[in-house]
């Protein structure tokens, strides 16, 4: 090689390195994303007696400071800050608890300042939370819940790495527009489909049929598929208005479950009854009468399945026509609850409730 080229080789070498480096120096110096970080308490802020206690251990007992300060690595990736909003065993999450929760969520990221927001959460209420803020959170910046299987006292507890993934999504551009979201051993769920399929597993949230949306590859998050469903910011569901939220039950289906249990919630006042059915959603003939009884003292019936996944087919197993029924799509029991009770603050319409349920 000639010294002409060797030299313009040498000046072309030495421009590729200083674009890379005043790169790098740009990303060193792009501010770290705001977290809030809101503690309800759960497994996640658990303790046990021992570090081998993972059954038996007490819920809700540690304080978001701590649960911040057992991760200092979130120093590295986001502006964090913390409120304690409960502390309670999820299985005791209200209405109450919810409306107070999601009027935080919005206000918070109302501010410029906030740029995501991480829920810890005892598990086994989550999907019910998250679904319920899918459908009451008026801004597409990222909310994510995140809970743990182990207190954090225990050998190998996953509420630390939890929290810093959740940290690490929250504060994402990928994050932004996608709903509500779950995220839990590595995996990113969407709050309308994410279930708890087992009781002490780690990876214990699925979205059954659908699968996850994502998952967090060292601490960045690698998106896969969106929900097409409306939530969030193409919510028409306005949480400011509702001061208690209507009173739905649900019934669970079983081999000669009988009627009393629909008797019981009509006689209670409920506005709108789910009936966990078995299969596609059936209606035994003993039930029937009852709930037939019940839309006609103008109690809103949706017809949902207890298998977990796939949806309710209109009008197939029952005559949802005649009835005046509602079916439930996919969406299980408790979920439907949930948007149930946000539909009725709305309307009785079950022609727009049955639009409402095929659409979030
Ligand atoms: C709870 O849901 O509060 C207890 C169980 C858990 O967080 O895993």
Redesign the pocket.
Known sequence: MNRRRLGFMTVVSLLVLATHATLAGQAAQAPLPNVVILAT????AGTGTTSTTTVGYA?ATVGVQSLIDAVPELKRIAMVRGEQVFQI???NMTCDHWLKLGRRVNELLAQDEVDGIVITH????LEETAYFLNLAVTSAKPVVLV?A?RPSTALSADGPMNLYDAVSLAGSREAVGRGVLVCMNDQINGARDVTKTNTSDLGTFRSRELGPLGSMRAGRPAFYRTSTRRHTTQSEFDIREIRELPRVGIVYGYADYGSAVIEALTAAGVKGIVHAGVGNGSVSLDARPALVAARVKGIVVVRSSRVGSGAVARNGEVNDDAFDFVVADDLTPQKARILLALALTKTVDTREIQRMFNQY
């Open positions: 308490g759960g497994t996640i819920v065993a999820s299985e005892g598990t086994d209420t809970g299987m």
